[in-house]
């Protein structure tokens, strides 16, 4: 069965940029599109960014939009986040989910990012 | 983008039956038969319980069922064990290659 292990997330200021990484094991992600789920803390889940197999379609929330940037590494098998101009209410639990047919199939345990001064 | 609207509770006794809503509109859970359930323990990542709005991932026990009428979907959990005690959320495609969660119900066996 497919784990996927998100790193990278930790205590930022605001303005202050990071990278998520996300990596697979036990199985590939060339085939499948990705998606980045975040949830603030207390709070419920908010769909962030997907991108489509080959990385050719990128979609985000409007939220974020011209701030975070999403791609992925086939050939590592890994998903990354890179987000720029945090703002505190950027603070979650950051969530890398590997899509099935029209649906959020495997998740990661997620990793925290911090946006505070 | 507004989250869909669940009841931010639920509740019942063992061997009950509790069944939780998930309002959108035209424009997600109405317009597209892709409304999916994940159940959340505490700490723990989100696990897809149901897809396709009926469809049950392989695994997941037949007392969690889906359904849908018009902007409203639902997720009847029969049967309530102390293990279902969790939040569960709604998730809805909305076109274009963006989705929508729901706002999310705590579901307490009482």
């Known amino acids: 069965e497919m784990q996927l292990v998100e790193s990278g997330g930790g205590l930022v200021q605001p303005g202050g940029s990071l990278r998520l990484s996300c990596a697979a094991s036990?199985?590939?992600?060339?085939?499948?599109?990705m998606t980045w789920v975040r949830q603030a803390p207390g709070k419920g889940l908010e769909w962030v960014a997907n991108?489509?197999?080959?990385?050719?379609?990128?979609n985000y929330v409007d939220s974020v939009k011209g701030r975070f940037t999403i791609s992925r590494d086939n050939a590592k098998n890994s998903l990354y986040l890179q987000m720029n101009s945090l703002r505190t209410e950027d603070t979650a639990v950051y969530y890398c989910v590997k899509d099935g047919f029209w649906t959020f199939e495997n998740w990661g345990q997620g990793t925290l990012v911090t946006v505070s001064s | 983008q507004s989250a869909l609207t669940q009841p931010p509770s639920a509740s019942g006794s063992p061997g009950q039956s509790v069944t939780i809503s998930c309002t959108g509109t035209?424009?997600?859970?109405?317009?597209?038969?892709?409304v999916s359930w994940y159940q959340q323990h505490p700490g723990k990542a989100p696990k897809l319980m149901i897809y396709?709005?009926?469809k049950r991932p392989s695994g997941v026990p037949d007392r969690f069922s889906g359904s849908k009428s018009g902007n409203t979907a639902s997720l009847t959990v029969s049967g309530l064990q102390g293990e279902d005690e969790a939040d569960y959320y709604c998730s809805s495609y909305a076109g274009s290659n963006n989705w929508v969660f729901g706002t999310g119900t705590k579901v307490t066996v009482l």
């Open positions: 396709e709005v009926t």
């Open positions: 036990g199985s590939t992600l060339r085939t499948s599109w």
């Open positions: 991108i489509k197999e080959d990385g050719s379609q990128k």
């Open positions: 035209s424009s997600d859970i109405g317009g597209y038969n892709y």
